[in-house]
């Protein structure tokens, strides 16, 4: 662990949700609404279920006392930026990247609609990493830890290919930032876990251990290739 916390670790199983089984009774009892990701905390008894990734970095942050600023001022601006993160993404997921990357069709209207508002949003983010080094201030927090995967993914050409269509490049701000954030160690060995795709080295089917990454990524397994 990145921090030193021997209390953080963790298994991570993987669920493959083109088989449907976020939908078994096993994975409902973890989180109701049938999607990942979810996390049981089982240090407490009976054991605590946490969902919704936003709700996951919070109660994390809050158990180890690590990426959330105990100062109020600081502390708020973290948590503005962390429900920023959950009420936009779902116009850049299920918004944009539908109508851009996955509809059977392709209609005009809703593409320009939410292609104006990514942008829109893009523009938000520059704006305020203009004069932060991070999201929230000059200190790493949750908040970046959510809106990285969605837009730094996105002006990177990550997620739905679709950097050049928004002009990704000149969110200059948004484009620095998600460098440096992809620069990480603990951010590159995250990248590897429930990943099933891409090069061998690069995937962690499931993690349950630090050695893990060293130890059991695709392309150290029988070439038969292990569950």
Known sequence: MAKGIKEAEYDAWLIRITEGEQFGSGFVNANPNSKIPAMMDHTHTPAVRVFESGSILLYLAEKFGEFLPTDIVAR????????????????????????????????????????????????????????????AGDEYTIADMAIWPWYGALVKNKVYEAAEFLEA????????????????????????????????SR?????????????????????????
């Not at 005009?108 to 939410?114: A, D, K, L, Q, S």
């Not at 484009?175 to 951010?187: F, G, L, M, N, T």
């Not at 130890?215 to 292990?226: A, H, M, V, Y």
């Open 203 to 227: 995937q962690l089917h499931e993690r349950h251990d630090a050695s893990d990454f060293e130890l059991r990524t695709q392309d150290k397994l029988e070439p038969s290739g292990e569950k």
């Open 169 to 200: 490049h000149t969110y200059k701000n948004v484009v620095r930032w998600a460098d440096e954030i992809a620069e990480r160690p603990a951010v590159k060995r995250g990248l590897m876990v429930n990943r099933t795709w891409g090069e061998e």
């Open 76 to 135: 708020t601006e973290t948590m503005n930026w962390l429900f920023w993160q959950m009420g936009s993404a779902p116009f850049l997921g299920g918004g944009f990247g539908h109508f851009y990357a996955y509809a059977p069709e392709k209609y005009e209207y809703p593409i320009n609609r939410y292609t104006m508002e990514v942008k829109r949003q893009l523009d938000v983010l520059d704006r305020q990493l203009a004069d932060n080094r991070y999201i």
